[in-house]
Each structure stands twice: as structure tokens, then as C-alpha cells.
């Protein structure tokens, strides 16, 4: 089973840029797909970016693709979110999750449910 832990959350201003990162530990960092989540108040959670176990494949939200750019270390076991050109409607709890990759990573896979493992979340925050 892996954890989750995000980190690197803020308050920037709109315009500003800043990247969030999310360590893995405790199971094999290249036997996931990994995820990014974001929940704004009173909002459902919803997806942002995708990057298969490889990190050949990527897959973003059409509200933040050409802004947000997903990546992964190995040497690390960390997956990162940088996010350009913030907009106070990316203020949300950025929230990392893992999918086993036995499982295929797709441009369908976007749902909360087809992620088995999820981090505690970071608040970000863009003033205008």
C-alpha cells in the first residue's frame, strides 16, 4: 500500500506560478499511475492531470491544460503539478492519488473511483 503526501501548496497572486509535489512511500514508486485532484469550496472533486507509471503518457483537464504541466521523479518517488499563469479558479485542495498500474491509463480514467490511493491535499490559493 502506498502513502501520499502532498506538499508545496500557497498563496500566489493570479498570474503567478507554483508548483505542488506529492512524495510516495511505502510501496513501488513505478507500479503506479499517478493523479492530481482538486477540491474548491463547495465543490465536487475533480480531475486535473494524469501521468501513466512510465511517464510516457499524460493527460490533463481541458480547464488547465497549456497552464499545467504533471511530471514524475523516480529517483524521488514524487510526482509534481506545475502550475502556470494561476487564475483565482484554480483555488482549491490539490490532492494527489495513485492507480495500480495493472490497470490502463486513459483519457477515461478521470473519475475519482478509478484511483485506489490518495494523499491528505495541499491548499492553493490565487489571489486576484
Known amino acids: 500500500q502506498v502513502q501520499l503526501v502532498e506538499s508545496g501548496g500557497g498563496l500566489v497572486q493570479a498570474g503567478d506560478s507554483l508548483r505542488v509535489s506529492c512524495a510516495a512511500s511505502?510501496?513501488?514508486?513505478?507500479?503506479?499511475?499517478m493523479g492530481w485532484f482538486r477540491q474548491a469550496p463547495g465543490k465536487e472533486r475533480e480531475f486535473v492531470a494524469a501521468?501513466?507509471?512510465?511517464?510516457?503518457?499524460?493527460y490533463y483537464a481541458d480547464s488547465v491544460k497549456g497552464r499545467f504541466t504533471i511530471s514524475r521523479d523516480s529517483a524521488k518517488n514524487t510526482v509534481y503539478l506545475q502550475m502556470n499563469t494561476l487564475k483565482p479558479e484554480d483555488t482549491a485542495v490539490y490532492y494527489c492519488?495513485?492507480?495500480?498500474?495493472?490497470?490502463?491509463?486513459?483519457?477515461?480514467?478521470?473519475?475519482?473511483?478509478?484511483?485506489?490511493?490518495w494523499g491528505q491535499g495541499t491548499q492553493v490559493t490565487v489571489s486576484s
Open positions: 501521468i501513466s507509471w512510465d511517464g510516457f503518457l499524460q
Open positions: 492519488a495513485a492507480r495500480g498500474r495493472a490497470y490502463r491509463l486513459s483519457s477515461s480514467t478521470y473519475r475519482e473511483y478509478h484511483y485506489d490511493y
Open positions: 511505502g510501496g513501488t514508486f513505478s507500479n503506479y499511475h
